[in-house]
């Protein structure tokens, strides 16, 4: 199978190795089995996330743990694609301001509100410091599980 995006009932998949597959005739995309080792749980502070390669706004964390994150935007992003992410947090809650994580794209779909685009990353060689920072994040503002997949 090439190395494509292909969009199925609203999601968009790369389908290169481990990402997704095709399932049967009926065209339906089956996502490789959750990996997540973190319960993933909606929070109550939005961070705004910034793109430091094109210094744009990317949108807000609607979930996240040390491997990987939810992002709610305007725009789709591309699947399969690297970028540097600062993700502001919440004023005073530690001694910086932002982290700055490499990620990876690995899906989107459009949001239940159609004006908006849901994203997931994963995150990658996160340090043990905001690999605390971000279980501490989820720890104070988590609501609720996210029992997406």
């Not at 490789?32 to 793109?51: E, I, M, Q």
């Not at 305007?74 to 530690?94: H, S, V």
């Not at 849901?118 to 501490?136: H, K, M, S, W």
């Amino acid at each position: 199978m090439s190395n494509k995006t292909i969009c199925r009932m609203g999601r968009y998949y790369n389908t290169g190795e481990g990402v997704g597959q095709l399932s049967n005739a009926s065209g339906i995309i089956c996502p490789v089995d959750d990996r997540r080792k973190f319960r993933r749980r909606f929070l109550a502070f939005y961070s705004r996330v910034f793109d430091l390669r094109s210094h744009r706004l990317l949108g807000n964390v609607v979930d996240i743990t040390p491997q990987g994150l939810m992002l709610l935007s305007e725009t789709p992003l591309p699947p399969d694609t690297a970028f540097r992410l600062e993700i502001e947090l919440p004023e005073g809650f530690a001694s910086k301001r932002a982290i700055t994580l490499d990620a990876r794209s690995r899906w989107c779909e459009v949001d239940i509100d159609p004006h908006f685009h849901n994203t997931g990353f994963q995150l990658l060689n996160v340090t043990p410091e905001d690999a605390a920072i971000i279980e501490a994040i989820v720890a104070a503002f988590g609501i609720r599980d996210n029992q997406r997949t």
